[in-house]
């Protein structure tokens, strides 16, 4: 299996070391360099259905990188499209699911699958998760981003219920009971919360129940492109 390790600080590069006939899998445009071992294309991983799944559910490109070695021992140099911290992920006897753009790259045994999920908050309100989720199988590592810093939280049943704000969750454990929603705010109802989301600022939030682990990021990515978008708007409507 491909050797897996974070180099550099603070927004560290994924090194991949590989051994001849190993491949990995990572999200398109991850590559930044590659030894003359190694050979990189475009797959449909999945199947066609899988594929079209990620692309309009979690906005993960139609076709990811393949890299494979080919010709001998060799080495690349991976990192996510956005700035940020990396983690590595162990799969296997603990599958874990991804929030939307959090895939950077995983060993070949190591399957992403998008999964209709049966959740009824995230299915009446949508965001990470929404009606789909991105969900590890089989066994190997994963390499995820999160914008900011990582930090792993080890989650209990004697912590009740934690609720964690939707665009700072990177992956969580599979095993874990979650309720995608609205904060609730009293006697409000389910209209009133909604309403109080959307006057606050507030989005959506994640709701976890169980034992396992969450990985949280310190930035939430969706606001800050929101505000690079908003910022870049204002800077080319004062140049005109």
Known sequence: ???????????????????????????SDAMVMVEQNLEVSGKLRGGLFQSFMRKFTSGESLFQQQIKAIGGDGECL??????????ILE????????????FVAATENTIINAKVQSNIGGALFGGTGGFVVMETSGQGKVCISGSGTLLELDITP????????????????????YNIGVQSNGNRGLVGNLINSLT????????FRGHGKIIVCSRNRASYLQWLASALGRTNSNSN
Request: some cysteine.
């Open 1 to 27: 299996m491909a050797d897996f390790t974070l180099v550099g600080s603070p927004e560290p590069f994924l090194h991949v070391s590989m051994k001849n006939g190993e491949t990995i899998f990572c999200e």
């Open 78 to 87: 991976l990192s996510p499209n956005l700035d940020g911290d990396m983690q």
């Open 91 to 102: 799969v296997g006897q603990r599958q874990y699911i991804l929030s939307d753009g959090s």
């Open 158 to 177: 004697e912590q009740g219920e934690v609720t964690i704000d939707n665009g700072h969750v990177a992956a969580w454990d599979a095993s874990l009971n």
């Open 200 to 207: 606050s600022g507030e989005g959506l939030v994640i709701k």
